[in-house]
């Protein structure tokens, strides 16, 4: 299932000269690739290296460091599923059984259709909400079991 | 925007904006735009309500404001409006129409939208009168409500700035320090360390100093820096140009969470206004006095809220702490001294300076000055962000602002602190709030995180999520938390599957007991507190665990059973439609049973029965 990205370099450089080539901002950097395909392509590394000046080990040291960052594709939709305590105490676990079941993924994992990720996070600060959980950047909240599998349901029907 | 040169022409424009809203008299809706609303589905309804003032020609005659965060998440979304302050709750885009008819154009109430208090049942149509604000004190929080946080015109128009004018040509630094130090406020992020000394050591050391920010709000359960930041980025700037005058530093950084998308935007656009109107950049209000911000994203790891771990992470490298034999006031950021506070911290700051320390010592106790705001969530009725004097009680906070908890179930346990903190049970419930106070039965302040626990958590369940939260977190440089944090959990994970056994408990508090001694940084050290204050609190429930293998809770799966009690089911047969694995049987009217085999313990049942009927067993 493995595919190739196929790389905008245009883009990739107008962010690295966003950042004014800073290596202080390497994770954001970092950051703005990943938003841009849910993961950092490793063909970007040694154009990094090059242009920031920094090794390579600090790239991959950052990179595997912080969560957000991912050097192995993912899905089209990244499924965060709030584990802070809030949602824990209200049934996140139960959230994240029933998409487990529903994908045949498990956490970490990329649906085969590569149309969905699916990830426990830390708190994501919506804990009047809870359970809550990110599609990419939307938050949906009060949820239950039904309600998760509907949104399953409608960003499918979305991608088709 | 023109430049503002001097403080005559701030003042100036704050008048004009005065005025404005003086004669504008325009009917304003506020709809809480914050993270929590919008996750209900703010945006929608927006969409409607300007279509349908258009529809209604009423577009020039009211003013919609998407604000950040009310504090009542619970009831999201919220609708506001002025100048009556009629709260509509839980609005959904079909709600609009009616509301625009009535309301809007009619000046009647709709009576069905109106908030119902929980409590007594009534119908409370304004927003100040509701217990859950009316017993609050929202000194920092207040304007979230009023505010466009995209907008400077409106933080100034409410007085915004005023503070920074005061610092600016009124006050030397070192009166700036010395009315933070008498005002008493100590640091929001969860150290409680008192800010004006702080500022003062940093200010003795030389060197390029920085001013930081921390916005990576990392405890599970505690989002009071993510609303203000969102509802009220500008208080934080203010803050800070004010810390950098008194710490004499030209740049400042805001460490924020990826996470927290809308925080990054407003914080954004904040800066932009303000950078643009000269109140940030060179020459401040034409004082002389130059003072920058940039924003830093971070990645995702909680130990990057420690100080040196978030500093190695602005730099952009992992975020590993140090040692701090050398504090950060004197090396810190880039090996300079650096100044770091929280979100909230530096929130108080422009209010001490505006109302003076005197005054914002008046509010809290003895050590504990000022507000706190909390974010009360889990198994409570009123969830929110609630600001209170330091001092109040756990009891009004959860019961009386709170509302107590849902579905009549019984309150267990309050956590607060984070993973650094604690579970303190129902006997503390009168117990004052404030950093002392919290410490001495085992917990902290933390950043102001409280979650409310029922009869159906469990607690052993509970320590184990917060082990195996830190064992994640952990950054794995010493050996005590790295460990420890893993031993605890093999530990905890047997104890919650019935693989536990006699001794466990003491091993636990031997590991916990090691790593408050020998871990390198204040996450490692604080790291057991979780655990630790759970079993001297809740020890019966370790045992029960332990040696009769059952959850009284009815959450680790392996130690309990569901029953279904013939005397009180009634035969509604909700159970059994609900039922995902079709486990529960029986004929209309007549008790139901469970077929234990097919039960998968997903607590449906449980859950829907209103009669009570279902029992863990």
Redesign the interface.
Known sequence: METKTSIDWKRVDSIIEKYNRDKESLLMILQDISDMYNYVPPEVIPVLVKKLGVRESLIYSVATFYKTISLKPRGKYILSVCTGTACHVRGAEKIMDALHSELNIAEGETSEDRLFTLLGVRCIGCCASGPVMNVNHDTHGGLDRSSALKLIEEYRQQAS | MTKLINRESLDQLRESLKDRAKLGEKKLISLCAG??C???GTAKVYEKLKEELANHGLTDDIEVKLTGCHGF??K?PIMVIHPEGIFYPQIKPDFVPEIVEKTLKNGELVKSLIYKDPATKKNITHEHEIPFYKLQQRVIFGSNGLIDPTSIEDYIGAGGYSALSKALFDMKPKAIIDEIKKSGLRGRGGGGFPTGIKWETCARHHGNRYVICNAD???????MD??LLEGNPHSVVEGMIIGAIAIGSNEGYVYVR????LAVTNLGKALESARSLGILGKNILGSGFDFDIHI???????VCGESTALMA????????PRAKYVHTVAKGFRDSPSNLNNVETWANVPVIINKGADWYASIGTQHSKGTKIF?L???VVN???VEVPMGTTLRQIIFDIGGGIPKKKKFKAV?TG?PSGGCIPERFLDLPVDFDELTKVGSIMGSG?M?V?DQD?CMVD?AR??VD?LKD?SCGQCNPCREGLKHMLDILTDICQGRGKEGDIEILEEIGAMMQKFALCGLGTSAPNPVLTNILYFRDEYEAHIRDKKCPAGVCKPLFHYEIDPEKCTGCTVCAKKC?KEAVSGEKKKPHAIDQNNCIK???CYEGCKFDAIKIC
């Open positions: 993270s929590g919008g996750a209900y998440c619970e999201g709000e990392g405890d599970p359960g505690a989002y993510r609303s990826h996470e927290y998308p830093s994203r971070g990645g995702g790891a909680f992470s602005l730099e952009g490298k992992p975020g590993r974010s969530v889990g198994k969830t929110g962000l956590q984070g995180g979650i626990m958590t509970v999520y917060f939260f977190e995902p997903c607590g449906i």
